[in-house]
């Protein structure tokens, strides 16, 4: 492998990507709104129980609805402090997985499907790579800056979780294992479903914006996993999601081996 | 030019379906020569490229790129060898240098000399003091320079240039003229596809012409011209008032078929330089009043419809 060649595409396709404001902005503020907004509204849960009119028994009777592994993880605290368990742990923890996808699915429709649309890719695919190296660049370069916003979302997530529910929790609570299993083996697959399917699709369109509508249905099945786990269909154990790291991998696995299939020189020069 | 065979294809065929995209081409390029390669649209001349490159997988027969093999040694050949698409397929959202810095780096330029390269060709193509602006914010002449910077890069044995020229404005186009001729003066190899006939004959040792992806022709635009158009022509500048009696009288000595009118001349097909003193001999006794007798040769554009049999006119 030639990783001076393979570190230039990457080099070339995250520059690209930096020079598109369109295609920047929502890579900034869905991360956001996850890694901040959200755990900083835990902050509001002492006012909301205080709320003249609200019912605590409500939330009890709630929780009593969630599966038992999860009433167990709630057993011990009171009612404000279960919500935010419940809420910053739990509920929002595949809505976690909804960043990495994102920002590998917009980057691989940039770079595979994006560089047809702008007529780049026939100078690239007359430079002395291989077509191995090339896919592998192309997939480390939406692969890496995914992660990069995943884990240093976990860290940001972390700190603001820990700091707005401190006055109700009055310790650091998170992460638990769960949330490391998600991160560091969920999240990279995850990561890997988003680009694969956009390497599969860009194949196929001759754009960017065609790709990213077709490829977002990947989102569908993450927001089953928060729709589940919000109603307390499912309980995200650390059981659960060492599995579901598993089954991902294992389609990023046969993705992948399509989409290398797929990206052959002969096929996609034909295709400019 | 040397004798060294630096391209060469046995039967190279490549079909799409049921077209033949090329059609068992046979040919040699060698080292240091200009050769065009000639077509209309669609003619099979990038398909040409990319098999040449490694890029594309021929249907039947092989070709050898300075002794290898394009679809086995593609990676070390397209090191060799350095290639302007049709479209300058330059990364707008990019700076210039940007641009150079990273095909460098995929050209395995050595490292510590980069930034010395890039700035070496910036200036050669007169790019430098924009070098650090968008591409998008580039004129097509300044993009189709930079293409070329980044084609001649890594320094090539062999470029291939795809309508080098097509759409830039005289000054980008002599420029380009001048950068192939300094190419083939430093030794390389410059496989040009163009349907610009006047460009072909004023920079190519040999051409190739290439109809629906046959070769139909092959030589230096003079041995072509000699194969393909019976005879000079002649072109006769005469006063306004003698111009009706120097009509008929080249009608009567050559047939009416042989006279036609270019811009303020006259022009005899098929003659050739040996009859001009007779000729002036005759007109001066009509009392025509000569200004100028030029012997025309054959040009590559006449080939070129002589080739297709003035069927279709180039672009």
């Not at chain 2, 065009?36 to 021929?58: D, I, Q, S, Y």
């Not at chain 2, 007779?278 to 030029?294: C, F, K, N, Q, S």
């Amino acid at each position: 492998m030639n990783r001076r060649a393979i570190s230039a595409v990457i080099r070339k396709d995250l520059k690209v990507v930096l020079g598109s404001k369109g295609i920047l902005m929502p890579l900034i503020i869905v991360p956001v709104v996850i890694f901040v907004a959200l755990p900083a509204l835990a902050s509001l849960a002492p006012g909301v129980v205080n709320i003249p009119g609200a019912n605590l028994s409500d939330i009890g009777s709630f929780i009593a609805r969630m599966p038992a592994g999860l009433q167990a993880q709630l057993a011990g605290y009171d009612e404000v402090q279960q919500i935010i368990i419940l809420m910053l742990v739990y509920v929002l923890a595949p809505m976690y997985l909804i960043v990495p996808l994102m920002v590998a699915s917009v980057i691989a429709a940039d770079s595979f499907a994006g560089e047809k649309e702008r007529k780049t890719l026939e100078a690239l695919l007359y430079t002395p790579t291989s077509d191995q190296e090339l896919f592998f660049a192309k997939v480390l370069s939406a692969w890496l800056p995914a992660m990069g916003v995943a884990l240093g979302g976990f860290v940001l997530y972390a700190i603001v979780a820990n700091l707005a529910a401190w006055p109700v929790m009055g310790r650091i609570f998170f992460p638990n294992l769960m949330w490391i299993l998600l991160v560091i083996w969920v999240a990279p697959a995850v990561a890997g479903l988003g680009l694969g399917t956009m390497v599969l699709v860009s194949s196929r369109v001759s754009g960017f914006q065609e790709a990213y509508q077709l490829g977002g249905a990947i989102v569908i099945p993450i927001v089953v996993l928060v729709i589940g786990q919000a109603t307390g269909v499912m309980y995200f154990s650390a059981g659960l999601v060492a599995l579901l790291g598993l089954v991902i991998w294992a389609v990023d696995a046969v993705i992948l081996w399509f989409g290398i299939k797929v990206f052959q020189r002969g096929e996609l020069i034909v295709r400019i | 030019m040397t004798n060294r065979t630096v391209i060469l294809t046995r039967e190279l065929t490549r079909r799409f379906g049921d077209t033949l995209a090329v059609d068992h081409l046979s040919l040699q390029v060698y080292s240091g020569e200009v050769f065009g390669f000639l077509g209309h649209n669609g003619a099979g001349k990038t398909t040409t490229v990319r098999l040449l490159n490694g890029v594309l997988e021929p249907t039947e027969g092989a070709a050898e790129v300075l002794d290898l093999s394009p679809q086995s040694d593609g990676p070390a050949l397209r090191r060799r060898t350095g290639v302007l698409t049709e479209t300058p397929s330059l990364d707008e959202r990019l700076t210039g240098r940007d641009n150079l810095s990273i095909y460098a780096d995929l050209y395995g330029v050595p490292e510590e000399s980069v930034s010395k390269r890039v700035a070496k060709y910036l200036d050669l193509f007169e790019l430098t003091e924009r070098a650090d602006d968008k591409v998008g914010e580039y004129s097509r002449g300044m993009k189709q320079r930079l293409a070329l910077a980044r084609a001649l890069l890594h320094e090539p044995e062999i470029i291939f240039l795809d309508e080098p020229t097509s759409g830039l404005d005289p000054v980008t186009t002599r420029q380009v003229h001048r950068m192939i001729h300094q190419m083939s003066e430093e030794g390389r190899t410059v496989f040009l596809c163009t349907h610009n006939l006047i460009e072909a004959q004023s920079l190519c040792d040999r051409v190739a012409v290439l109809e629906k992806g046959r070769l139909i022709a092959l030589g230096t635009p003079a041995d072509l011209a000699r194969k393909m158009v019976h005879g000079q022509r002649l072109r006769l500048e005469v006063a306004p008032e003698s111009r009706d009696a120097a009509v008929s009288t080249l009608q009567s000595g050559f047939g009416a078929d042989k006279i036609s009118q270019e811009n303020d001349g006259l022009i005899l097909q098929g003659a050739d330089r040996e009859i001009i003193p007779d000729l002036i001999a005759g007109l001066v006794a009509a009392g025509v009043r000569i200004y100028e007798v030029t012997p025309q040769e054959p040009s590559l554009e006449d080939v070129y419809f002589a080739l297709h049999g003035r069927r279709e006119v180039p672009a």
